[in-house]
């Protein structure tokens, strides 16, 4: 604490737990449970409360809202929390809220994410590591988001809806099922229109496994049989292959939703 920078007209709660080096701007107002890890810089008129967790190396940007209570009818002030990781860089007008009794009690967020302007993680949401949500991008409560996503402007995804690694959302989709693993959707109503096979190549992967990608996702998106057989199908034929073997796990793991699918061929 004796390190960190506070501005004087800034509202810091005595009870906050406040890490070194952590910088607090103009008109920041700090709750009584919020914990600043080490070298977060609040810029000016941030308010974190609630029971949240800031992880080090946190920029928060000006009018960012972060742990108020859920917009969630359901929620009565059970002391759920929100738990930021490392090193996110979230930017101006972001809100995040904190988890409900009915989703676990906490909304957590991964390290290196960047939050573009007013974008929008709810309550019990769980968003992993690297994640890019660009501006007004929204996730509705009970969102999974793997690592490595890209979610484009003015998306927004609905309520329990998984988004798996790698998966890339165009702007302005809006996501009302699972999106598989290195898949990239876009739409009004989104359908899945292939792999995101630039953000792979960006990322890494082998000529190889991205050739093998492709041809287990046209077998599984294909027309014979149904997509449960598809998917036996696929794992058969593709049992040691991990990058496959992801979207196969993911797809048997469905529960609230079906897969985003490729839309349907005129007739």
Excluded: W
């Amino acid at each position: 604490m004796s390190s960190s920078e506070i501005h004087p007209s800034a509202v810091v709660d005595p009870s906050a737990l406040i890490g070194n080096n952590v910088k607090i701007g103009p008109y920041c107002v700090i709750g009584p449970n919020v914990t600043l890890g080490a070298g977060v810089e609040l810029k000016a008129h941030v308010v974190v409360d609630g029971h949240t967790d800031i992880g080090p190396g946190c920029t928060i940007y000006p009018f960012v809202s972060l742990g108020s209570a859920p917009q969630d009818l359901k929620y009565s002030n059970e002391p759920s929390q929100l738990i930021i990781g490392e090193n996110n860089t979230i930017r101006e007008h972001t809100t995040m809220n904190p988890g409900t009794k009915d989703g676990g009690m906490v909304t957590r967020v991964g390290d290196n994410n960047l939050f573009m302007m007013a974008t929008h993680v709810a309550h019990d949401c769980q968003v992993g590591n690297n994640v890019i949500m660009a501006n007004n991008a929204t996730l509705g409560g009970h969102v999974s988001v793997g690592d490595f996503v890209i979610i484009g402007g003015l998306a927004a995804v609905h309520q329990f809806v998984r988004i798996g690694d790698h998966a890339i959302i165009g702007g302005m989709s809006g996501v009302e099922n699972d999106v598989i693993p290195y898949g990239r959707v876009k739409g009004e109503r989104a359908h899945l229109h292939g792999l995101n096979l630039i953000g792979l190549e960006r990322r890494g992967f082998e000529k190889s496994e991205i050739r093998h990608l492709q041809r287990a996702y046209n077998q599984l998106f294909g027309d014979e049989g149904t997509l449960d057989q598809r998917i036996e199908s696929v794992a058969e034929d593709y049992p040691e292959d991990a990058t496959v073997v992801k979207i196969i796990e993911f797809a048997k793991a469905k529960d609230k939703f079906p897969l985003c699918q490729p839309p349907k061929k005129s007739a």
